[in-house]
C-alpha cells in the first residue's frame, strides 16, 4: 500500500509562489508517476500535474502552464510542485497521487479516477 504525505501549503499573496511535497514510505514513491489535483470548494477535483516515474516526462493542465513546475528526486523519495504568480483562482487543496496496475510508472490522463492511492491534501490559500 502507497501512503503520500503532502506539505508546504499556507497563505501567499497574489503572484507569489510556494513549493509543495509529497512524500510516501522509504523508496515507495521511485518508480510511480505522481501527479498533482487540487479541489477548490464546490468545484470537481482537478488534475494539475503529472510526473513521470520511469521516463521523468512532465503534463500540466493548461490552467497552470508556465507557472508551475513539478520534479522529483528518487533519493530523497519526493516530488515538488513549484508554483509561481500564484493567483486567486489557484486556491485549493492540494492532492499528491498515484496510479495503480500494470503501467503505475506512465502517468495516466489527469482525471481522478485514474488514480488509486491519495495524501490528505495541503490548503493552498492565495489571497491579498
Known amino acids: 500500500q502507497l501512503e503520500l504525505v503532502e506539505s508546504g501549503g499556507g497563505l501567499v499573496q497574489p503572484g507569489g509562489s510556494l513549493r509543495l511535497s509529497c512524500t510516501g514510505s522509504?523508496?515507495?514513491?521511485?518508480?510511480?508517476?505522481i501527479a498533482w489535483f487540487r479541489q477548490a470548494p464546490g468545484k470537481e477535483r482537478e488534475g494539475v500535474s503529472c510526473?513521470?516515474?520511469?521516463?521523468?516526462?512532465?503534463y500540466y493542465a493548461d490552467s497552470v502552464k508556465g507557472r508551475f513546475t513539478i520534479s522529483r528526486d528518487n533519493t530523497k523519495n519526493t516530488v515538488w510542485l513549484q508554483m509561481n504568480s500564484l493567483k486567486p483562482e489557484d486556491t485549493a487543496v492540494y492532492y499528491c497521487?498515484?496510479?495503480?496496475?500494470?503501467?503505475?510508472?506512465?502517468?495516466?490522463?489527469?482525471?481522478?479516477?485514474?488514480?488509486?492511492?491519495w495524501g490528505h491534501g495541503t490548503q493552498v490559500t492565495v489571497s491579498s
Open positions: 510526473i513521470g516515474g520511469s521516463d521523468g516526462n512532465t
Open positions: 497521487a498515484a496510479p495503480s496496475g500494470s503501467t503505475y510508472f506512465y502517468c495516466p490522463e489527469l482525471t481522478r479516477n485514474e488514480y488509486n492511492y
Open positions: 522509504v523508496n515507495s514513491l521511485n518508480y510511480y508517476a
